[in-house]
């Protein structure tokens, strides 16, 4: 069966620092990959899909990056972190895009 | 103004009674629409996905309905138990978009006994 795995949980960095998020998918290939960001009390947000290595679409432009150096790995980075950065990062993978999306169990980040 | 509504933004039920949240949305055309449900602090899980050709799907003592004409969705909770406690969101696949999902904000559900 397919698993996806996110981590940390949790993060705490200071304003300025960089971020690296990673998020693995096992038990299928070649799948989508994306990156969304959930604000209290608004619908998750897109940020990043990716149909295939180092095939990255942003729709947010911001200050974040994403990148997928491996068929099931998608990294979400940042070089220097912003206060409006904190939220609730989600990675999520789906076969194509009319199947259900699966979605890791998130990332608290807070920016200090 | 969100082009995918939810009502109510949350509800409190008693465990064992029924329940329906609401969904209605202005994108269009759509491929699907889609209900989640979100335990807090994990991410979402998948319920239902309807075509825009279908007009209901159930997935155990959730049922989802979906009236095109109107722009309306619903999701239907039979017999809730406390572990129904989550946030529910509805999503829409818009086809003028690539199929780009526009997600709602979410009804936060209480299940209390």
């Known amino acids: 069966s397919q698993t996806i795995h996110q981590w940390p949980a949790t993060l705490v960095q200071p304003v300025g620092s960089p971020l690296s998020l990673e998020c693995t998918v096992e038990?299928?290939?070649?799948?989508?990959l994306y990156w969304y960001r959930q604000a209290a009390g608004r619908g998750l947000q897109l940020l990043f899909y990716s149909v295939g290595i180092g095939q990255i679409s942003s729709e947010v432009p911001q200050n974040l990056s994403a990148s997928r150096p491996q068929d099931r790995q998608f990294i979400l980075s940042s070089k220097k972190l912003l206060l409006s950065d904190s939220g609730f990062y989600l990675c999520?993978?789906?076969?194509?895009?009319?199947?259900?999306?699966?979605f890791g169990n998130g990332t608290r980040l807070t920016v200090t | 103004k969100n082009q995918v509504e939810q009502s109510p933004q949350s509800l409190i039920i008693l465990e064992g009674k029924n329940c329906t949240l609401q969904c209605n949305y202005t994108v269009s055309p759509f491929s699907n629409l889609r209900w989640y449900k979100q335990d807090t602090g994990r991410g979402p899980v998948s319920l239902t996905i309807m075509t825009f050709s279908e007009n209901t799907k159930s997935n155990g003592r959730y049922t989802a309905t979906l009236d095109a004409d109107t722009k309306q969705s619903s999701l239907h909770i039979t017999a809730s138990q406390l572990s129904d406690s989550a946030s529910y969101i509805c999503?829409?696949?818009?086809?003028?978009?690539?199929?780009?999902?526009?997600f709602g904000a979410g009804t936060i559900l209480r299940v209390k006994s």
């Open positions: 999503v829409v696949s818009v086809v003028e978009y690539g199929n780009k999902l526009v």
């Open positions: 038990g299928t290939s070649n799948p989508n």
């Open positions: 999520a993978w789906s076969q194509d895009r009319d199947s259900p999306l699966h």
